[in-house]
Protein backbone atom coordinates (compact mmCIF):
# COMPACT_ATOMS: atom_id res chain seq x y z
CA UNK A 1 0.00 0.00 0.00
CA UNK A 2 1.15 3.38 -0.45
CA UNK A 3 2.75 5.75 2.07
CA UNK A 4 1.99 9.30 2.09
CA UNK A 5 4.03 11.37 4.38
CA UNK A 6 2.73 14.89 4.54
CA UNK A 7 4.78 17.99 5.60
CA UNK A 8 4.16 20.97 6.47
CA UNK A 9 4.55 22.97 3.07
CA UNK A 10 1.36 20.99 1.47
CA UNK A 11 -0.59 24.22 1.67
CA UNK A 12 -4.20 22.50 2.67
CA UNK A 13 -3.85 24.31 6.07
CA UNK A 14 -7.43 25.40 7.32
CA UNK A 15 -9.61 24.64 3.80
CA UNK A 16 -13.12 26.08 4.52
CA UNK A 17 -15.54 22.73 5.86
CA UNK A 18 -18.16 22.44 2.75
CA UNK A 19 -19.53 19.71 4.24
CA UNK A 20 -22.45 19.62 5.75
CA UNK A 21 -22.11 22.98 6.43
CA UNK A 22 -26.54 23.79 6.12
CA UNK A 23 -27.48 21.03 8.70
CA UNK A 24 -24.65 22.41 10.89
CA UNK A 25 -25.63 26.08 10.99
CA UNK A 26 -29.06 25.58 12.23
CA UNK A 27 -27.54 23.87 15.57
CA UNK A 28 -27.21 26.23 18.70
CA UNK A 29 -23.71 26.51 20.31
CA UNK A 30 -21.71 23.75 18.26
CA UNK A 31 -17.70 24.13 18.82
CA UNK A 32 -16.68 23.01 15.42
CA UNK A 33 -13.12 23.51 15.59
CA UNK A 34 -12.06 26.48 13.60
CA UNK A 35 -8.68 25.50 13.13
CA UNK A 36 -7.96 22.35 11.38
CA UNK A 37 -6.28 20.37 8.57
CA UNK A 38 -8.08 18.96 5.87
CA UNK A 39 -5.87 15.70 4.53
CA UNK A 40 -8.84 15.06 1.96
CA UNK A 41 -10.82 11.95 0.80
CA UNK A 42 -8.88 8.77 2.20
CA UNK A 43 -10.76 6.22 1.05
CA UNK A 44 -8.70 3.78 -0.65
CA UNK A 45 -5.49 1.73 0.78
CA UNK A 46 -3.20 3.65 1.79
CA UNK A 47 -0.98 4.38 4.78
CA UNK A 48 -0.55 8.38 5.56
CA UNK A 49 1.93 9.97 7.97
CA UNK A 50 1.11 13.53 9.59
CA UNK A 51 3.55 14.75 11.20
CA UNK A 52 2.48 16.39 14.64
CA UNK A 53 4.29 19.85 16.13
CA UNK A 54 2.08 20.72 19.39
CA UNK A 55 3.43 23.84 20.15
CA UNK A 56 2.59 23.92 24.03
CA UNK A 57 1.33 21.22 26.65
CA UNK A 58 -2.42 22.49 26.07
CA UNK A 59 -1.88 22.63 22.24
CA UNK A 60 -4.54 20.57 19.94
CA UNK A 61 -3.76 19.82 16.40
CA UNK A 62 -7.78 19.02 14.45
CA UNK A 63 -7.55 17.29 11.43
CA UNK A 64 -10.56 16.57 8.96
CA UNK A 65 -10.45 13.31 6.67
CA UNK A 66 -13.13 11.56 4.49
CA UNK A 67 -12.76 7.83 5.67
CA UNK A 68 -14.47 4.59 4.10
CA UNK A 69 -17.21 1.87 5.23
CA UNK A 70 -15.12 -1.06 6.77
CA UNK A 71 -16.79 -3.93 8.57
CA UNK A 72 -15.73 -6.95 10.87
CA UNK A 73 -15.13 -9.12 8.04
CA UNK A 74 -13.22 -7.05 5.77
CA UNK A 75 -11.41 -3.29 5.44
CA UNK A 76 -10.05 -1.79 8.22
CA UNK A 77 -8.83 2.02 9.55
CA UNK A 78 -6.46 1.85 11.99
CA UNK A 79 -5.27 5.51 13.96
CA UNK A 80 -2.08 5.25 16.09
CA UNK A 81 1.38 7.13 16.89
CA UNK A 82 4.36 4.74 16.80
CA UNK A 83 6.98 5.16 18.95
CA UNK A 84 10.21 4.17 18.26
CA UNK A 85 11.37 1.12 21.09
CA UNK A 86 14.50 3.02 21.70
CA UNK A 87 12.30 6.37 22.61
CA UNK A 88 10.91 4.37 25.06
CA UNK A 89 13.35 2.68 26.56
CA UNK A 90 16.70 5.33 26.29
CA UNK A 91 14.05 8.61 26.23
CA UNK A 92 13.39 10.32 23.55
CA UNK A 93 13.63 14.32 23.61
CA UNK A 94 10.48 15.94 22.70
CA UNK A 95 8.82 13.20 21.25
CA UNK A 96 5.11 12.45 22.55
CA UNK A 97 5.28 9.71 24.38
CA UNK A 98 1.61 10.17 26.20
CA UNK A 99 -0.36 11.34 23.08
CA UNK A 100 -4.55 11.88 23.11
CA UNK A 101 -6.51 11.05 20.46
CA UNK A 102 -9.87 11.50 19.44
CA UNK A 103 -12.69 11.00 16.15
CA UNK A 104 -15.53 12.61 16.00
CA UNK A 105 -18.05 12.19 13.33
CA UNK A 106 -19.22 15.10 11.07
CA UNK A 107 -21.82 16.08 13.27
CA UNK A 108 -19.61 15.94 16.44
CA UNK A 109 -20.19 12.98 17.98
CA UNK A 110 -17.58 11.03 19.34
CA UNK A 111 -16.24 8.20 17.81
CA UNK A 112 -13.87 6.75 19.74
CA UNK A 113 -10.97 8.12 21.95
CA UNK A 114 -7.38 6.16 22.92
CA UNK A 115 -4.70 7.35 25.36
CA UNK A 116 -1.10 6.43 25.71
CA UNK A 117 -0.02 4.34 28.08
CA UNK A 118 1.09 1.40 29.41
CA UNK A 119 2.41 -0.74 26.25
CA UNK A 120 4.99 1.43 24.93
CA UNK A 121 2.56 4.82 25.44
CA UNK A 122 1.23 4.34 21.84
CA UNK A 123 -2.37 5.39 20.73
CA UNK A 124 -3.78 2.54 18.55
CA UNK A 125 -7.64 2.70 17.57
CA UNK A 126 -8.93 0.46 14.95
CA UNK A 127 -12.26 -0.30 12.95
CA UNK A 128 -13.39 -2.79 11.19
CA UNK A 129 -11.94 -5.95 10.34
CA UNK A 130 -11.18 -8.04 13.64
CA UNK A 131 -8.58 -10.34 12.25
CA UNK A 132 -5.92 -8.93 14.05
CA UNK A 133 -2.81 -6.82 12.90
CA UNK A 134 0.45 -6.35 14.79
CA UNK A 135 0.37 -3.60 17.86
CA UNK A 136 2.13 -0.92 17.43
CA UNK A 137 4.33 -2.23 19.52
CA UNK A 138 5.77 -5.56 20.22
CA UNK A 139 7.94 -6.65 22.49
CA UNK A 140 9.59 -10.28 23.00
CA UNK A 141 10.09 -11.89 26.62
CA UNK A 142 13.17 -13.88 27.63
CA UNK A 143 10.66 -17.10 26.38
CA UNK A 144 9.55 -15.61 23.06
CA UNK A 145 5.90 -14.72 23.91
CA UNK A 146 4.58 -11.35 22.98
CA UNK A 147 5.14 -9.38 26.12
CA UNK A 148 3.38 -6.21 24.76
CA UNK A 149 0.26 -7.20 22.95
CA UNK A 150 -2.63 -4.66 22.04
CA UNK A 151 -3.65 -5.87 18.55
CA UNK A 152 -5.48 -3.69 16.14
CA UNK A 153 -8.58 -5.58 15.84
CA UNK A 154 -11.47 -3.76 15.22
CA UNK A 155 -11.61 -2.94 18.54
CA UNK A 156 -14.09 0.40 17.82
CA UNK A 157 -16.50 -1.37 15.81
CA UNK A 158 -17.54 -0.77 12.19
CA UNK A 159 -17.47 2.42 9.96
CA UNK A 160 -19.23 4.23 7.70
CA UNK A 161 -17.67 6.09 5.31
CA UNK A 162 -18.04 9.94 6.00
CA UNK A 163 -16.13 12.83 7.02
CA UNK A 164 -14.53 12.27 10.48
CA UNK A 165 -12.34 14.80 12.77
CA UNK A 166 -9.23 13.57 14.61
CA UNK A 167 -8.03 15.98 17.71
CA UNK A 168 -4.64 14.86 18.73
CA UNK A 169 -2.89 16.79 22.52
CA UNK A 170 -0.73 15.62 24.95
CA UNK A 171 -3.30 15.13 27.72
CA UNK A 172 -7.15 15.56 27.51
CA UNK A 173 -10.72 14.50 27.95
CA UNK A 174 -12.67 13.91 25.54
CA UNK A 175 -16.76 14.34 25.53
CA UNK A 176 -19.24 12.38 23.85
CA UNK A 177 -20.44 15.02 21.58
CA UNK A 178 -20.06 19.15 20.33
CA UNK A 179 -16.18 18.25 19.22
CA UNK A 180 -15.15 18.43 23.01
CA UNK A 181 -11.85 17.83 23.85
CA UNK A 182 -10.33 20.00 27.11
CA UNK A 183 -6.88 19.80 27.91
CA UNK A 184 -5.31 19.98 31.40
CA UNK A 185 -1.73 20.36 30.32
CA UNK A 186 -0.09 23.68 31.44
CA UNK A 187 0.86 25.70 28.39
CA UNK A 188 4.28 25.56 29.95
CA UNK A 189 5.21 22.07 28.80
CA UNK A 190 7.34 21.93 26.48
CA UNK A 191 6.62 21.80 22.06
CA UNK A 192 6.46 17.69 21.53
CA UNK A 193 6.19 15.79 18.56
CA UNK A 194 4.91 12.47 16.96
CA UNK A 195 3.51 11.27 13.43
CA UNK A 196 -0.06 10.81 13.40
CA UNK A 197 -0.62 7.97 11.33
CA UNK A 198 -3.90 7.06 9.49
CA UNK A 199 -4.33 2.96 7.92
CA UNK A 200 -6.81 2.76 5.34
CA UNK A 201 -8.03 -1.00 3.91
CA UNK A 202 -11.34 -0.50 2.70
CA UNK A 203 -13.51 -3.71 2.36
CA UNK A 204 -12.95 -3.92 -1.71
CA UNK A 205 -9.26 -4.66 -1.09
CA UNK A 206 -8.34 -8.27 0.06
CA UNK A 207 -6.53 -8.70 3.65
CA UNK A 208 -3.76 -11.14 2.95
CA UNK A 209 -0.92 -9.98 5.15
CA UNK A 210 0.62 -13.40 5.75
CA UNK A 211 2.60 -12.03 8.65
CA UNK A 212 1.40 -14.98 11.35
CA UNK A 213 4.46 -14.90 13.70
CA UNK A 214 4.29 -10.94 13.74
CA UNK A 215 8.17 -10.69 13.15
CA UNK A 216 7.83 -7.78 10.50
CA UNK A 217 8.60 -10.14 7.53
CA UNK A 218 6.79 -12.87 5.47
CA UNK A 219 8.45 -15.75 5.03
CA UNK A 220 9.31 -19.66 5.76
CA UNK A 221 8.36 -19.17 9.99
CA UNK A 222 5.22 -17.80 8.67
CA UNK A 223 4.24 -21.08 7.11
CA UNK A 224 5.24 -23.03 10.27
CA UNK A 225 3.82 -20.80 12.63
CA UNK A 226 -0.05 -21.37 10.39
CA UNK A 227 0.87 -24.79 10.81
CA UNK A 228 1.35 -24.52 14.15
CA UNK A 229 -2.20 -23.07 15.05
CA UNK A 230 -3.65 -25.81 12.57
CA UNK A 231 -2.38 -28.44 14.07
CA UNK A 232 -3.91 -27.31 17.62
CA UNK A 233 -0.54 -25.85 19.57
CA UNK A 234 -2.01 -22.15 20.08
CA UNK A 235 -1.88 -19.22 18.28
CA UNK A 236 0.11 -16.55 20.61
CA UNK A 237 -1.22 -13.23 17.88
CA UNK A 238 -4.53 -14.52 17.74
CA UNK A 239 -4.59 -14.32 13.63
CA UNK A 240 -7.37 -16.06 11.63
CA UNK A 241 -6.08 -19.20 10.15
CA UNK A 242 -8.29 -18.96 7.87
CA UNK A 243 -6.02 -17.06 5.62
CA UNK A 244 -7.58 -17.83 2.56
CA UNK A 245 -11.37 -17.10 3.80
CA UNK A 246 -13.13 -20.02 2.62
CA UNK A 247 -14.89 -20.46 5.58
CA UNK A 248 -12.70 -23.53 7.12
CA UNK A 249 -8.89 -23.52 8.84
CA UNK A 250 -6.87 -26.38 6.82
CA UNK A 251 -4.16 -27.31 4.10
CA UNK A 252 -5.66 -24.74 1.59
CA UNK A 253 -4.82 -22.02 3.88
CA UNK A 254 -1.25 -23.19 4.46
CA UNK A 255 -0.95 -23.38 0.39
CA UNK A 256 -2.42 -20.28 0.18
CA UNK A 257 -0.11 -18.55 2.41
CA UNK A 258 2.56 -20.27 0.43
CA UNK A 259 1.60 -18.90 -2.67
CA UNK A 260 1.23 -15.03 -1.71
CA UNK A 261 5.43 -16.10 -0.30
CA UNK A 262 5.94 -16.71 -3.43
CA UNK A 263 4.77 -13.92 -4.99
CA UNK A 264 1.53 -15.09 -5.91
CA UNK A 265 -0.83 -12.33 -4.51
CA UNK A 266 -3.47 -12.41 -1.93
CA UNK A 267 -5.86 -15.44 -2.10
CA1 LIG B 1 6.54 -13.23 9.81
CA1 LIG C 1 10.18 -14.16 9.53
CA1 LIG D 1 -9.46 -21.66 4.67
Known sequence: MPVNTLTAQSGWRVMPLMLGL?????QAAVAQPEAYTNLGSRVTAQTLEVPILLDSGDDIKWFLVELPTVEAEAGFVEIFTPV????FWNGCPGFMIFPNVAVFDA???QEGADSGGGDLSVVGMSWGLQDPRPPRCIVYDE???IACDRPLAGQWGPMER???WIAIGNEFLAGPDNWTVLTNRPPSDPARHTTLTIRVSPPDVPFCD???????????????????????HGNPT????DYNRDGNEDQDDLL?????????GCP
Not at 256 to 264: D, E, K, P
Open 84 to 87: PEDC
Open 107 to 109: AGR
Open 256 to 264: ALVHTIAGG
Open 143 to 145: FGN
Open 238 to 241: GRWA
Open 22 to 26: AAIAT
Open 162 to 164: GWY
Open 210 to 232: GDFDWDGNVDQEDVWALGHILAG
